[in-house]
């Protein structure tokens, strides 16, 4: 009895070694444009640290379970680039890609759409065309909700300063990133990656915002495609990878990606609660994520309350709503 006990327990181990994760498996890239968290939170930045340094801590935010920490991305531009440990599958008819935001919806509506604090970034992927585990393929953008009334081929430039980032884009636009009583670090600007400007380029989306008079301004979510748009429960928020484009926006197929990049997408400035920054908290493969447990034959999760908590229940084992063992 123990010697087949012994059997299983090594079958099972070697399964798990080899089960592909649902989540996030590296972080290749983190490039924030400037906001009012750069500089101070999500991820937290200090005075010595490096690109290098950040990347890593970035790295240990995103990867594994969905939801443990935040980055933010800061105004228009700025992005993250990770990848899977295997090929995101497209499969017809199904939603395949999940990027998880910190969006809630207040409960209004406006022209038809639910006023939320949606701060959209656009969604990039990519293949693993010449198998060398890199993201250094053609990147195609997913077409959203607003891909329609997107500015393709857009750029803007960013001015190193330690007051209000200026900037100019390729329109003929120029704005700020604004300073708030809020968030007092040194500069509002990334510096560990230039002390003088910084370029952006991508696709800009038309502003989503809702103002209510008195100075409150609320965002309206899009009807789907972006990331940071719509609620982590949503199928809105879920992706569908056969709404990639190419180049000229027109659409392609892709049997499978592997890497994704998310970038914000929109220019707006949200008045005393700052710029529009996407933040982001995870990504999951959908396939993976809504069957490893029945593959496995997990015990079931239950929910509880728990000390006045709400907790994840499996098995033996008890988990915060984050994830985190308890």
């Given at each position: ?250 659409p392609v197929h892709l049997d499978a990606i592997r890497f994704v990049r998310v ?64």
């Amino acid at each position: 009895m123990k010697k087949l006990l012994h059997v299983i327990f090594m079958a099972y181990i070697s399964l798990s070694a080899y089960a592909q994760s649902p989540y996030i498996n590296k972080v290749y890239a983190y490039h924030p444009a400037p906001g009012q968290f750069i500089g101070e939170h999500y991820p937290d930045v200090y005075a010595d640290d490096t690109y290098e340094s950040i990347l890593t801590r970035v790295d240990s935010a995103l990867t594994g379970a969905a939801g443990n920490a935040m980055i933010t991305l800061g105004a228009w531009g700025g992005s993250v680039t990770f990848g899977f440990d295997h090929d995101v599958q497209n499969r017809p008819g199904e939603r395949d890609l999940l990027v998880y935001g910190n969006v809630y919806f207040t409960g209004e509506m406006a022209d038809g759409h639910a006023v939320s604090s949606s701060e959209p970034g656009i969604i990039w992927v990519s293949e693993d065309v010449n198998g060398n585990g890199l993201p250094d393929d053609p990147w195609y953008e997913i077409a959203g909700s607003a891909s329609a009334q997107a500015i393709r081929d857009y750029q803007v430039t960013y001015y190193y300063s330690t007051e209000d980032i200026q900037w100019i884009d390729n329109q003929g636009n120029t704005g700020s990133i604004k300073r708030n009583t809020w968030h007092q670090q040194e500069t509002y600007f990334p510096y560990w990656e230039s002390m003088d400007s910084l370029v952006f380029s991508g696709t800009l989306l038309p502003p989503n915002m809702y103002d209510k008079g008195n100075g409150v301004i609320r965002s309206v979510a899009y009807d789907y495609g972006y990331a940071d748009n719509q609620p982590n429960d949503s199928i809105a928020a879920q992706i569908d990878l056969d709404w990639a484009i190419n180049a000229a926006g027109e659409p392609v197929h892709l049997d499978a990606i592997r890497f994704v990049r998310v970038q914000t997408g929109v220019q707006v400035d949200w008045g005393i609660s700052g710029e529009m920054s996407t933040e982001i908290c995870g990504a999951a493969d959908l396939h993976i994520a809504t069957s490893l447990v029945n593959h496995l034959q997990l015990p079931k999760a239950e929910k509880r309350m728990q000390n006045g908590q709400l907790v994840i229940c499996i098995g033996e084992r008890t988990y915060d709503i984050f994830g985190n063992r308890l």
